[in-house]
């Protein structure tokens, strides 16, 4: 018997989420950048996932529509975003992932996404959630740092009742403290138990809010990889790293992007824990 039990599952595009099955690898820089630095994202994320065994569905935002200041880049926008998207998937053939941020995106950005997410800030927006679940493509909702994690079934539930079943959750911290996020493990657990596949994000996870993310003091990385092994360890189904060839040049999270250089020797770690978790018996109170 497994060490933790399984979830519902899934396909998005061509990679199985759920079930039991492999740990999937979400990556990708935050924010639509430049071709270049797009591209090279891509190829790197690309070979290290291939050479791993991670499952990827790649990930960037054509919109960041929460940024402390209206002078932030924001990303290209709806249009020119998702075709670069629709680029990126047709020259590297992995599915792709990016934020919506209202009803009147879902259906154009279904067109082009194989998950549509839902930010953290909007995880309460009911039109939103059912629109997502409307277009029947999978949707991965980011839990809101002003939520017990009990409560995502409130969210799963409306989504459920547009008929799709398709669904993630994921954990990225709660506020505790003054613009500090703290990670609680037990909520990996509790979401889990709602009976959907899991993703925990630990580069959000150590974001300052409140810092412009471009600040040095924006984010603290430094504590990624310990985040990072100890949610695989609590028993994820997917892993979300945001990751820039050169972070302290990347137009949005630059204090908590994961460098590109250093993606491969963090998921070696996460290959080892996620293996040792699948040796392990099950243990129940």
Same mark, same amino acid.
């Given at each position: 018997?497994?060490?933790?039990?399984?979830?519902?599952?899934?396909?998005?595009?061509? @990679?199985? /989420?759920?079930? #039991? +099955?492999? %740990?999937?690898?979400?990556?990708?820089?935050? *924010? =639509?950048?430049?071709?270049?630095?797009?591209?090279?994202?891509?190829?790197?994320?690309?070979?290290?996932?291939?050479?791993?065994?991670?499952?990827?569905?790649?990930?960037?935002?054509?919109?960041?529509?929460?940024?402390?200041?209206?002078?932030?880049?924001?990303?290209?926008?709806?249009?020119?975003?998702?075709?670069?998207?629709?680029?990126?998937?047709?020259?590297?053939?992995?599915?792709?992932?990016?934020?919506?941020?209202?009803?009147?995106?879902?259906?154009?950005?279904?067109?082009?996404?194989?998950?549509?997410?839902?930010?953290?800030?909007?995880?309460?927006?009911?039109?939103?959630?059912?629109?997502?679940?409307?277009?029947?493509?999978? @949707?991965? /909702?980011?839990? #809101? +740092?002003? %939520?017990?994690?009990?409560?995502?079934?409130? *969210? =799963?539930?409306?989504?459920?009742?547009?008929?799709?079943?398709?669904?993630?959750?994921?954990?990225?911290?709660?506020?505790?403290?003054?613009?500090?996020?703290?990670?609680?493990?037990?909520?990996?657990?509790?979401?889990?138990?709602?009976?959907?596949?899991?993703?925990?994000?630990?580069?959000?996870?150590?974001?300052?809010?409140?810092?412009?993310?471009?600040?040095?003091?924006?984010?603290?990385?430094?504590?990624?990889?310990?985040?990072?092994?100890?949610?695989?360890?609590?028993?994820?189904?997917?892993?979300?790293?945001?990751?820039?060839?050169?972070?302290?040049?990347?137009?949005?999270?630059?204090?908590?992007?994961?460098?590109?250089?250093?993606?491969?020797?963090?998921?070696? +770690?996460?290959?080892?824990?996620?293996?040792?978790?699948?040796?392990?018996?099950?243990?129940?109170?």
């Amino acid at each position: 018997m497994q060490a933790i039990k399984n979830t519902k599952s899934f396909e998005v595009g061509n @990679v199985h /989420v759920g079930g #039991g +099955q492999s %740990l999937v690898l979400i990556c990708g820089p935050c *924010v =639509i950048e430049d071709r270049d630095t797009m591209w090279r994202a891509a190829e790197g994320i690309s070979k290290i996932a291939e050479k791993l065994q991670f499952p990827l569905i790649f990930k960037s935002s054509y919109l960041k529509d929460n940024r402390s200041s209206e002078l932030s880049y924001q990303g290209p926008g709806l249009e020119a975003g998702l075709e670069t998207l629709a680029a990126l998937k047709r020259d590297f053939g992995f599915p792709v992932l990016s934020d919506i941020h209202n009803e009147f995106e879902a259906r154009t950005a279904a067109e082009v996404l194989d998950v549509l997410q839902i930010p953290a800030y909007l995880s309460m927006q009911t039109s939103l959630a059912i629109a997502a679940g409307k277009t029947g493509k999978p @949707v991965n /909702v980011k839990k #809101g +740092q002003f %939520l017990d994690p009990g409560d995502m079934s409130k *969210v =799963i539930k409306k989504i459920e009742n547009t008929g799709n079943q398709k669904i993630m959750v994921t954990e990225r911290g709660a506020s505790f403290g003054y613009h500090n996020l703290v990670v609680d493990m037990r909520s990996l657990v509790t979401m889990r138990n709602l009976g959907y596949p899991v993703v925990y994000d630990p580069t959000h996870s150590v974001r300052v809010y409140g810092i412009p993310s471009d600040s040095p003091d924006g984010g603290k990385p430094e504590y990624v990889p310990a985040l990072t092994r100890a949610g695989v360890a609590a028993g994820i189904d997917v892993l979300f790293i945001e990751s820039h060839p050169d972070p302290t040049c990347a137009k949005c999270d630059a204090a908590s992007q994961w460098p590109l250089s250093k993606l491969e020797g963090l998921l070696k +770690q996460v290959r080892e824990v996620d293996n040792t978790l699948r040796r392990l018996e099950a243990i129940s109170y």
